[in-house]
């Protein structure tokens, strides 16, 4: 079974600050996926970024970008020039094939962020 | 487009009433997914439809039933609720359930059992 470990409940940053959140798992597959999905407070689930793991460039969109190191299983998110809509929940997820044509998506329990003005 | 629509938005039952959670996507996903959230335990895989017609557990499956009703709706029954069953839950679908495809998420039902 794998496990996805957020070891920060609670992180701050100023505005236009960079602050990075960290990942680790544990699997013993090869091939998997990670995610970054965000929860603001309207509730909804977004999807901020996403990493293929035999890829070893690290993904990027727009501000936000990873730093995936395999060998260590770690894939910390780095949010560059904070904005007051990044405040919100970061959750850190796993996906690999679980057998019968499927997959099963494992979530960390989550890093509560907040953007000061 | 609606994307994955969760009714109802809120909910309150009583210790041992029932109810069933529906959902729906239009984005002719194959793969449905039921997730519960609790505070300070992220989400939870309750049960999952890897295509129309096919249902499998999850983590936490206790308490729960669902059922595939065609490839838009995936809704989640709750027998006899409790107040574990308190909680927020997501609907979520992806186009073929591949560990590559990410999850769309509904706007999630949060349901408190008294």
């Known amino acids: 079974a794998q496990t996805v470990t957020q070891s920060q409940p609670e992180m701050s940053v100023q505005e236009a600050e960079t602050v990075t959140l960290s990942c680790t798992y544990d699997t013993s597959e090869s091939n998997y996926y990670l995610f970054w999905y965000k929860q603001p407070p309207s509730r909804q689930m977004i999807l901020v970024i996403r990493q293929e793991a035999y890829k070893q460039q690290n993904a990027t969109e727009n501000r936000f970008s990873v730093n995936f190191q395999k060998a260590a299983k770690s894939f910390s998110l780095k949010i560059s020039d904070s904005q007051l809509g990044d405040t919100a929940m970061y959750f850190c997820?796993?996906?690999?094939?679980?057998?019968?044509?499927?997959?099963?998506?494992?979530f960390g329990k989550g890093t509560k962020l907040s953007v000061i003005p | 487009n609606a994307g994955v629509t969760q009714t109802p938005k809120f909910q309150v039952l009583k210790t041992g009433q029932s109810m069933t959670l529906q959902c729906a996507q239009d984005m002719n996903h194959n793969s449905m997914y039921w997730y519960r959230q609790d505070p300070g335990m992220g989400l939870r895989l309750i049960y999952y439809s890897a295509s129309e017609g096919t249902t499998d557990k999850g983590e936490v499956p206790n308490g729960y039933n669902v059922s595939r009703l065609n490839k838009r709706e995936f809704s989640l029954r709750l027998e006899s609720a409790a107040p574990s069953q308190t909680s927020v839950y997501f609907c979520?679908?992806?186009?073929?359930?591949?560990?590559?495809?990410?999850?769309?998420f509904g706007n999630g039902t949060r349901l408190t059992v008294t």
């Open positions: 997820a796993f996906g690999a094939y679980s057998g019968a044509g499927s997959y099963q998506l494992t």
């Open positions: 979520a679908s992806s186009v073929e359930g591949r560990y590559n495809s990410p999850l769309h």
